[in-house]
């Protein structure tokens, strides 16, 4: 079984302030996570990265300079995400934005879940600041707000320390997706909510297809030009293997419609959701690129001349154990069969029909 051990990391802290006409101050923080250490190694070990994540950070960088401002995308994802607050009873006095869209989660709070303060994360100090610089919603004006420069695979935060966890369109880029996710239910309270969503396997398969054939006329063979991605299927494992109690996994799939196949590459790279892996060919032929735009044209055009874009987006909720949590009965426990149930509601149905 994998160690977890309590390892001190420092980070950079933007706090807001209300003391003075100073709004922000940059200050050190010491912080801790729960991680192994493990690297992979020539000699073998337990960590693989997929990912450049010192790329990703870059990539993000160049998004917080190119974002569009009310995207109705990333907004739809994060109203989807934010309404399960409304859903909760309980308050959140402690929250943890994680990564992805941050300011689109913290324009759209709106006050719900009696949020008091707030910490944004993000391993890019660009995208903070253009988050921190954004235009906020009247509700926000009264949560302590704190910018964390941090990656998500190694949390700066204390464990049971936060109320609440959100990461909007970040996580499917971690290379230790389910370590990740263990750090996030530790930095839990007891009956602390996780509330994540990421992209999907189906998500942009009209550009896996035109990339593929593409490259297979061109360079007679292929090479990974989009990223692989969790299905379905796994989400609830993931909240599972991470320790996380009442999982829940629902699905939304999103079509957006461009001019042209290259305003699709201009709104990832504004999302800053381009190619990042490891073992990507870091050269893409001209050839390639047209053929990729033409077959796109080809095969996936709508007949008003847009051209459309699958997103398939993963919700998933999970809380961090506590007694007060409803729990499942010992198996072999039930007093009645669902074979008697069923004689009778079906006898009773039955007698219901009109003759």
Known sequence: MRAFGAFQRSSLLLRRRRANNELYALVPS??????NGFETTSNGSSRVNIFDRHLKRKQRDRAAWLTRPNDSFVDAVAENL???LEDCRKTFPTALCLGGSLEAVRRLLRGRGGIEKLIMMDTSYD???????AQQDAHNHNIETFFVVGDEEFLPLKESSLDLAVSCLGLHW??????????????LKPDGL????ILGGETLKELRVACTVAQMEREGGISPRVSPLAQVRDAGNLLTRAGFTLPSVDVDQYT???NSSLELIEHLRAMGETNA?????KILNRETALATAAIYDSMFAAEDGSIPATFQVIYMTGWREHYSQPKPKR??????????IHKHFGSENQSAQPS
């Open 30 to 35: 010491g912080s801790f996570c729960t991680d």
């Open 82 to 84: 934010l309404d399960r």
């Open 127 to 133: 995208m903070l600041k253009s988050c921190k610089d």
């Open 174 to 187: 971690t290379n230790d997706l389910p370590g990740a996710m263990i750090q996030c239910k530790l930095a």
């Open 194 to 197: 996780f509330l994540g969503a």
């Open 256 to 258: 957006v419609k461009y």
């Open 277 to 281: 892996l490891l073992q990507r060919n």
């Open 331 to 340: 198996r072999g426990s039930a007093t009645v069969s669902f074979k008697d």
